[in-house]
C-alpha cells in the first residue's frame, strides 16, 4: 500500500515537472532529404543542426533545411547562454528522386566552349557571394507561396543526362508556364542578385528570405527587381522565360541554405502560424 502511494507520488511529481516544462524549440517542417523547418526557439540562441550552425533572431525565429542528399540522422542542438538546452537526434526520411534525360540541347550549353570559361567563373563568384548573404529579416516567418501557377514539369532532386552525358542533379523545381506569366515573392526578403542575363541562367534573381535561407529564379523573361530591394509576399519580381540554358518557357525555381540545396516545394507546407 505505502508502496503503490509511493509510486503514485512519483508519477504525479513526473506528470507535474513535465507539464512545467516548455519545449527549448518548438517547429513545423519535416525532418526528411530536402525537408524545410521554422522554428521558434529562445531570442537569440545558437541553433546547431549537425554542422551548420545558425543564430535565432529577436524574435526566436529560425529556419533550417536538410540537403537533397542528407544523412539518415540529423542532431539539432539549441544553446542558450552557453548552455545546451535542447540536444536530439531525430530520422530524416529518405526521397525518391526522378532519372530524367534531356536531349537535343546544343551542345554549347551541355559543354561550354572554352571562350565562356572566363564569363562562367565570375558569374560563379558572384552567386557564391549572393549565397553567403545572411539577411537579418524574417520573411520567412509567414510562410511561403508558390511563385507561380503551372505544369511541375520536373520535381526537386531529379537526376539528370544531358544528351546523354550525367550531369549535376537538378536542384530546382521546373514549372512550365508560358513566356510572360507572373512571378511573384514566395515570401519577404532582399534581392542579392538581379541579372538579365547569365550564362546558364538567363534572366536570374536570387531572394534571401532571412539567415540565408536563399531562392532563386532562372530563365526569367523579364527582371522586375534591382539588387538590395526589400520585397514583400506576392510582389511581381520577374515575368517567366526560356533565356540561358533552357528549352521552353517555364520557372526554374531553387532553394540554398547554407550550402544546402533544399526542396523549394517543402516550403509551402510550413505551419508557420502555429508559432505565432
Ligand atoms: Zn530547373
Redesign the pocket.
Known sequence: MIFSLALAIGAFLLANDNAATEPAITCTGEHRQGGVLVCRTTPGARVLLDDVETRANASGWVILGHDRDAPAETRLRVRVNGETVHDERYAVATAEYQIQRIEGLPPAMVTPPPEVLERIRREGVRKGRSHASRWDGEGFSEGFIQPTEGRIT?RFGAQRFYNGEPRAP?Y???IAAPTGTPVLAPAGGIVTLADTDMYFEGGLIFIDHGQGFNSAY?HLSEVLVEEGDVVEQGQLIARVGSTGRSTGP?L?W?IRWHGRNVDPFATLDLQTADLR
Open positions: 520536373s537538378h530546382g523545381v521546373d532562372l517555364h526554374c531553387r
